[in-house]
């Protein structure tokens, strides 16, 4: 298929997002107003430090799965914003551990918060937005759902100690890469799906919507993973280059360097070590990635999970919601191209 | 009332967590195996960390607190287990967080788990334990007990970030301080001495027991704090120093500045500001909280807080557990001589 989009793709992918955010506007006010009220603190750091990443320019992506899941099977209730607002602070504790661990100095193209307010803050801040994470989910009343939420939240941990080993690991198997993004990454999404499902009323697709959100979440990283190199076409103002400054191992690498030649892999070798790495070598890392066919590799396989995600919807009631979680999976690919 | 502790009362204290560890060994080897067996992951970094600090010498105090709460209302279960050993776990993960903000090297005298592993490893550990706490808690099948301890997380997180933000403060009042310990040390105590209760089957004395653990905690934090710069005496073999080289404004230095001389204010100044201080300082340090009162005032104040944790428990059930709680608050303090 083409990887060039058109304007009306765009335009149709830019809808998708805005339709969901539309019909889940009451819901997702209540949503922000329970990020605000529970990340309140009076010690001015918290609510500051809270604020500048929980409003930094996220859709919200996790919120809105875990509200129209609710929707797909049921209704979201007011223990499915108190869901969905748990989900967003677990997935920004790890934010902001993340970015202590990866050193990265920006965060969606402004300082990450570590660069502000240093990395201590960072830390504590983290910890506390996951306590508060916790919080919420007891006021959900289900121990079902805390059940899932943490668990998911020892896999995504797992999953951050496992991609830490794999730093710089050249001969990382594909599978290994896969284990780690799922866990790191698509957890989150499956538990968010699942509880989702489960507060919106009912168990019966609770099973799907999981399959469902791990496919979107492997589909979602491994876009990721290749947008930060550029995808198919550098994308103007788009921060490159992050993973490979960490020496972190993604597809498009492993794809690139499975592809190509003797010289290349002493390369690879070299600017994957952040030790050896030299300035110039990011843009030979682009060029391999997309002169071997791994930017486009690593799409189609992203381009399979969304597949698969859209598959588990197969027997959900035949909603509008079931129609855009579908979207929504391709809309998470097309942003690659 | 005199601060130099006799033969006998060494004896006396060291048989109070004897006969408490004695007394609950079933239930204490039921959480090691817990805590062992919920720190397993297929990632070897993970078990391998957790068994380093995990078993690094503590005393399992707060389980201790929890198992003998339950107790002395009523009996410690399966589900008391899993919530000492929750308790144990999120003790675990602050530990090594703090390490990391408070760049220690050294943990009760062997190389901090983040000398070993390395900061990144010991962040992600740090949530991996904790998000294990919170599924521990789920099995204790109470969002009762959930509630209280990731009350009490954030609350933990909020002292640290305090504690944080009073760096080099050197007109930290005292409130402030205490407000500080409060909610870094004593939260943990309280929330597990309630939880305990709870979880032992009874609510009438939940309010006493916590009651006791916020004082317990509050005498044991002063105690450690006076103990970092030696006490009242130096404790052979004991690493001190720890929270004056990271100009942590602690009881002991309130008191010494507040009695000093106007010299010795110019001293603290430089000497707790971490840019400016010297080699010499500490032991200078030492001799004003000695030669000013400051380190028995501040034992004075940690002894009043256990006399009032010995107060919460009057309207228990007179049993053997009562009793050695109150004990145990002894115990906190008389280590300080």
């Keep these: 298929m083409s990887i060039s989009a058109t304007a009306r793709d765009i335009a149709k992918n830019a809808t998708v997002v805005d339709q969901l955010q539309s019909l889940l506007e009451s819901d997702l006010t209540a949503v922000e107003t329970l990020l605000k009220a529970r990340a309140a603190s009076p010690v001015d750091i918290i609510p500051d430090l809270s604020q500048y990443i929980v409003t930094a320019g996220g859709k919200r992506l996790r919120p809105i799965i875990t509200l129209a899941a609710a929707h797909a099977v049921g209704k979201a209730k007011s223990s499915t914003h108190a869901l969905a607002a748990a989900v967003e602070f677990i997935h920004t504790a790890t934010l ?70 794999a730093q710089g690991k050249l001969d990382l198997p594909t599978e290994d890469y896969l284990a780690i993004i799922e866990a790191k990454t698509a957890a989150l999404f499956e538990a968010a799906s699942r509880a989702g ?70 390369f690879w070798a070299r600017a994957l070590n952040v030790e050896t790495q030299e300035e110039s ?28 995600a859209k598959s588990a919807l197969a027997d959900l009631p035949d909603t509008q919601w079931k129609s855009l979680l579908g979207q929504l999976a391709d809309f998470c690919v097309k942003r690659a191209h």
């Design 197 to 266: 499902a489960l507060s919106g009323g009912s168990s019966e697709h609770a099973d799907a919507l999981a399959s469902y959100g791990k496919n979107l979440g492997l589909a979602f990283q491994i876009v990721d993973d290749v947008l930060d190199y550029g995808g198919t076409t550098s994308v103007i103002g788009k921060v490159v280059g992050d993973d490979f400054r960490e020496g972190k191992v993604t597809l498009p690498v492993i794809i690139a360097r499975r592809r190509g030649k003797t010289e290349d892999h002493a």
């Design 96 to 165: 902001l551990h993340d970015d202590v661990v990866d050193e990265s100095d920006l965060r969606r193209g402004k300082p990450a918060a570590k660069s502000v307010w240093g990395n201590s803050a960072s830390i504590l801040v983290g910890d506390f937005l996951f306590a508060r994470a916790f919080t919420l989910m007891v006021d959900t009343g289900s121990l079902e759902i805390l059940g899932i939420l943490s668990n998911a939240s020892s896999v995504i941990a797992e999953g951050e100690v496992r991609q830490l080993a």
């Design 281 to 308: 070598d990011l843009a030979r890392a682009i060029h391999l990635i997309r002169t071997t066919g791994a930017a486009e590799a690593t799409i189609a396989e992203a381009e399979a999970y969304a597949g698969l």
